[in-house]
Nanobody, 122 residues
Framework: QVQLVESGGGLVQAGGSLRLSCAAS????????VGWFRRAPGKEREFVSA??????NIYYADSLKGRFTISRDKNIVWLQMNSLKPEDTAVYYC?????????????????WGQGTQVTVSA
């Protein structure tokens, strides 16, 4: 079992930065691939980024490359978000899975956090 708790969301002006954290419980967390998804009002859940257990593979949504950076250390995974835009406004969710398969699809992920709200004002 893995439990995930996100933090770091908030209100920021366009062009600003936020750093989201995903803290995990569970002894085997280091074996899991961890990802971030987001869900904007009225939209589908969208893949943001993922990092494999040993961090040898990192993935980003094409539209976010260059602005978002994912990293991990022990039982925490971070998502550094720079040059934020109003369209980045969403609830951001942390997720974890053992298998690195179809990571862009939210249904592939097993464990989820409760989400943290990110609001970017124009």
């Amino acid at each position: 079992q893995v439990q995930l708790v996100e933090s770091g969301g908030g209100l920021v002006q366009a062009g600003g930065s936020l750093r989201l954290s995903c803290a995990a419980s569970g002894r085997t967390f280091s074996l899991y691939t961890v990802g971030w998804f987001r869900r904007a009002p009225g939209k589908e859940r969208e893949f943001v980024s993922a990092i494999t257990a040993t961090a040898d593979n990192i993935y980003y949504a094409d539209s976010l490359k260059g602005r978002f950076t994912i990293s991990r250390d022990k039982n925490i995974v971070w998502l550094q978000m720079n040059s934020l835009k109003p369209e980045d406004t969403a609830v951001y969710y942390c997720a974890a899975v053992l298998r690195d398969s179809d990571l862009l699809k939210w249904k592939s992920w097993v464990y989820w956090g409760q989400g943290t709200q990110v609001t970017v004002s124009a």
